[in-house]
């Protein structure tokens, strides 16, 4: 009983975290968000819940993966999202930002479903939609570059890093039951589309 309880909070955790719209944008077109220097870097996917949010589900999806899945994963996802940050400081913003972000973090919430197997390959071939996250910071870039970039980056991969273990739990709780996590997490993140 202890343990379903536990599952049961954890689950509930997690969709109360996800389902909290208005704490979720992290790119409000607002000069609230003035991105330069280390600190800003590091911060920012801590702070902006779309981000964590996406970021800890990316890494969740590698959890239960062979080693080589995982590193092809961290490299697929680092390349996405250096390359994003280049595009957005290179060509500036686009309308469907926003919507990018959450369907990337819709995505890995649903497929956390699947079994490890095939979670591996989709989480590298996946590892596309990061490249939405890079991209929104890139457009908000101002102050220095290689700090914001080196901090971003770092704790982007710190992260995904810490979503290794909430994957290990998800993939304890039997498919059925995680199918209706992951489609809980998913509607909860919809309603950040609004």
């Given at each position: 009983?202890?343990?379903?309880?536990?599952?049961?909070?954890?689950a509930?955790?997690?969709?109360?975290?996800?389902a909290l719209p208005a704490?979720?944008?992290?790119?409000?077109?607002e000069?609230?968000?003035?991105?330069?220097g280390?600190?800003?870097?590091l911060?920012?996917?801590v702070?902006?819940m779309?981000?964590l949010?996406?970021?800890v589900?990316?890494?969740?999806?590698?959890?239960?993966?062979?080693?080589?899945?995982?590193?092809?994963?961290?490299a697929?996802?680092?390349i996405?999202l250096a390359?994003?940050?280049?595009?957005?400081?290179?060509?500036?913003g686009?309308?469907?930002m926003e919507?990018?972000?959450?369907?990337?973090?819709?995505?890995?919430?649903?497929?956390?479903a699947?079994?490890?197997?095939?979670r591996?390959?989709?989480?590298?071939?996946?590892a596309?939609l990061l490249?939405a996250?890079?991209?929104?910071?890139?457009?908000?870039m101002?102050?220095s570059?290689?700090g914001?970039?080196?901090?971003?980056?770092?704790s982007?991969?710190l992260?995904?890093?810490a979503?290794?273990p909430l994957?290990?739990?998800?993939?304890?709780?039997?498919?059925?039951?995680?199918?209706?996590?992951?489609a809980?997490?998913?509607l909860?993140?919809?309603?950040?589309?609004?």
């Open positions: 009983m202890k343990h379903l309880t536990r599952k049961a909070s954890t509930a955790l997690t969709l109360a975290t996800v704490a979720a944008i992290a790119h409000t077109g000069g609230a968000h003035v991105h330069g280390l600190m800003a870097g911060t920012h996917p702070t902006g779309d981000h949010v996406a970021l589900l990316f890494g969740a999806l590698l959890a239960g993966t062979t080693l080589k899945e995982k590193q092809l994963g961290f697929a996802a680092g996405s390359a994003g940050f280049a595009g957005g400081i290179a060509l500036g686009h309308v469907a919507a990018l972000i959450t369907g990337s973090a819709l995505l890995f919430a649903a497929a956390l699947f079994p490890a197997s095939v591996g390959k989709a989480a590298c071939a996946v596309i490249g996250h890079g991209w929104a910071h890139g457009v908000e101002t102050g570059l290689a914001f970039g080196a901090g971003f980056l770092a982007s991969v992260l995904m890093l979503g290794l994957g290990q739990q998800i993939q304890k709780i039997a498919p059925a039951l995680r199918a209706i996590l992951a809980g997490a998913a909860g993140l919809m309603l950040l589309a609004g």
